[in-house]
């Protein structure tokens, strides 16, 4: 689907244009974006051609505050809401960065996972805020540490950080009773909820629970989208759902009083995509793609270590005993990067890589890992 131009031309400009992964020779299994042949290069430049087509210099312009009303509807009946709840950002992290200068003070504290996502948590520490990690189980945060967390604290919380659905980096699906709970123990303390669902279109095996922004009627939770991990990560492109009084609050914020949308042209080109059926096409074509790459990887993981099977998103948690020898044609994402103790888990991509690379990275780590004989 690449139609970049000559092979040539992409490798030479590639060097300080893409971000740059594992030296040769590795399979890289840590960074958490697409294979470079999963970005729909024709497809976003017809879609860039339709919206120019459509709105002529509009598309152009700076565009509206809280983002184009084309993409703002579209995404607005897609999640079940109105387009006064639809602000466009550019991605989550940015989204991330508003929510944690506009909600929160310097040295107030944000709960998140025990296991969390590490750059996540890197956006709320330099904004001057103190992270506090709340204990998880299967079923992701647990409802009763965090009423614990929160009682602690002692009013020092300005919101609660999570991703439940294909959680980065454990791939979990926070069942929809136990995002309930949490949600009725941050009411009843008046806490906001900021849900990262970064990787909610990618089902790779069945349904997913309703969102907790969606369960709780979009009062007291920020849903945060991205179509980096369904399109490409270039496009800059996401939004926020929120209640609409939050919407505008967040619009006041200098940065689109001086700038307008935060991504006009290209939240046009994608409301192309959205209204035509295109993106729905190509999520179920890349949900096949990363089907196969993870069942490639899956399928020749063995040994005497724990995972489980993800059913969506790009991470598998691999849990092992003791200390370990990762082979050196292999790179992974340690788990102490998200908050796990050194030496116990690590995260493994499987979005980056062609199935044959899977396929030979799990045979590589199967025969070089040499776990203790107990548990941690």
Known sequence: MDSAGPLSHRRRWSQGVVQQVGPAGVIDLGPGYLDPGLLPVDLLSKAYRDALAEFGSAALAYGDDQGALPFRAAAARRAGCTDGHVLVTAGTSHALYLIATMFASTEDVVLVERYAYDLGRKILTDRGLRTRAVGMDGDGMDPQALHDAIIAERGRVAFVYLNPTFHNPTGIVVPEARRRALLEVAARHGVLVVEDDAYADLALDGDVPRSMAELAGYEGVIRLRTFS?????????????????????????????????????????????????????????????????????????????????????????????????????????????????PGSAVRLAYSLNSPERLAAAGRALAGSWIPSLEWT
């Open 229 to 341: 991990k369904t399109i490409a990560p270039g496009l800059r492109l996401g939004f926020l759902i929120a209640d609409p009084r939050v919407v505008k609050r967040l619009v006041r914020h200098g940065l689109f009083a001086s700038g307008g949308s935060a991504n006009h042209v290209t939240s046009l080109a994608v409301a192309t995509l959205l209204e035509s059926g295109d993106y729905d096409r190509h999520l179920a074509w890349l949900r096949n793609q990363l089907k196969a790459r993870r069942d490639a990887l899956v399928d020749n993981l063995s040994g005497p270590f724990d995972f489980g099977v993800p059913t969506g998103g790009y991470f598998l948690w691999l849990r092992f005993a003791g200390e370990v020898r990762v082979p050196a044609e292999v790179n992974v994402a340690a788990g102490a990067r998200f908050g796990d103790g």
